[in-house]
């Protein structure tokens, strides 16, 4: 499972979106703008990042869309698809 906290203003939130999209990948999306918990759960996996998004692939932390296209251009993001799940 992939998870994107987001924002709907959010250029590089709308981005990491597309690829993912793009490579028919599937994915949940949080919105934490105006959810202040959502936020602070956010925060508590992300490590105490603020921005957004903050992406997660079966439960491992990737980062922001930086992260996520470099995973990409690495040709690792697969790699990530296919990990094992972290135990909640």
């Not at 959502?38 to 992300?46: I, V, Y």
């Not at 692939?57 to 990409?72: F, P, Q, R």
């Amino acid at each position: 499972m992939i998870v994107l906290y987001t924002t709907p203003y959010c250029g590089f939130c709308q981005a990491a979106k597309r690829l993912l999209a793009s490579k028919g990948l599937d994915f949940e999306e949080i919105d934490v703008s105006a959810d202040n918990e959502k936020r602070s759960e956010m925060m508590d996996r992300a490590g105490g990042r603020r921005t957004v998004p903050q992406i997660f692939i079966h439960g491992h932390h990737v980062g922001g869309h930086a992260e996520l296209s470099a995973l990409e251009r690495a040709g690792e993001l697969e790699a990530w698809i296919e990990r094992e799940p972290v135990e909640p």
